[in-house]
C-alpha cells in the first residue's frame, strides 16, 4: 500500500508540461529573408540595367572611325610593273656627211673609215667651203638619239686635237662633221698656189686647164 501511494503522489507532484509553440519568430524570419532576396534582386537588376546603359551610351558618344592603313609594298610595285628597254639604234639609218676642212687630202675618207668600223654605214664625203680649219666641228640633228651623239662625240675626241659640238633643227643629215687638225698633226698645210706661166711661155703655148682639187 505504501509503494501505491508513493507512486501516486510522485504521479501527482509531477507538473503537466506545456505543448504550446511559439510561432510568431518563425513568421518574422520568414518575411524578413523575403526582403532581403527582393532587395538583392532590385540591385542586381539595377546594377545590370546601370552597365549596360553605360556600355551603350559610350559606344554611342566615341565612335573610332576606322580607316583603311594597309601599308603598300613599294618593292611589289615597282616590280610588278615592268619598264621596257629602249629599242636598240639602227646605225645604218643614221646619215652623216664628213666635209675635210683641212684641206690635207684624204682627211674625209679616213674619218668616214673610222665611223665605218663603228657600224655606221650611210656616210658621204666631200670639201668643206673652208680649208684651214683647225677645230673639228660636229653638228647633230635635235632629233638624234643621244647614244649616237655620245659615241661620236667620243670617236672625234679620239682622233682630233679639239672638238667643237653644235646641234641644229635645219640640216638634213643626222650629223654634219667639218674635219680640223688631227692629234698627230701639227701645223695646218702651207697653201699650194698655180705657179705663173713666164711670158714666153704665154706667147708661145695655150694656158693649161686649172687642175682638179683632191682634198677629200
Known sequence: ????????????????????????????????????IFIGLLILGGAGIFFFTRSR????????????TTPIDETETAT?????????????EVSIEIQNGTGIPGEAAYLQTQLKALG???????????????????????????????????????????????????????????????SSQTTKPGSSGTPKPSATAVSSASPSATPTPTGI
Open 120 to 182: 655606221y654605214s650611210d656616210i658621204t664625203a666631200g670639201n668643206a667651203n673652208s680649208t684651214d680649219n683647225t677645230i673639228t666641228t660636229v653638228t647633230f640633228s635635235k632629233t638624234l638619239f643621244q647614244t649616237v651623239q655620245d659615241e661620236i662625240k667620243k670617236e672625234l675626241e679620239k682622233i682630233y686635237k679639239e672638238v667643237s659640238v653644235k646641234t641644229s633643227t635645219t640640216q638634213k643629215s643626222d650629223v654634219v662633221i667639218v674635219t680640223g687638225l688631227r
Open 1 to 36: 500500500m505504501e509503494e501505491v501511494q508513493t507512486e501516486a503522489q510522485e504521479t501527482q507532484v509531477t507538473p503537466p508540461q506545456s505543448t504550446s509553440f511559439s510561432v510568431e519568430p518563425r513568421e518574422k524570419n520568414n518575411g524578413s529573408k523575403w526582403i532581403l
Open 80 to 92: 610588278s610593273t615592268p619598264v621596257s628597254s629602249p629599242s636598240p639604234v639602227k646605225k645604218s
Open 57 to 68: 551610351n559610350e559606344a554611342i558618344a566615341t565612335p573610332t572611325p576606322s580607316f583603311n
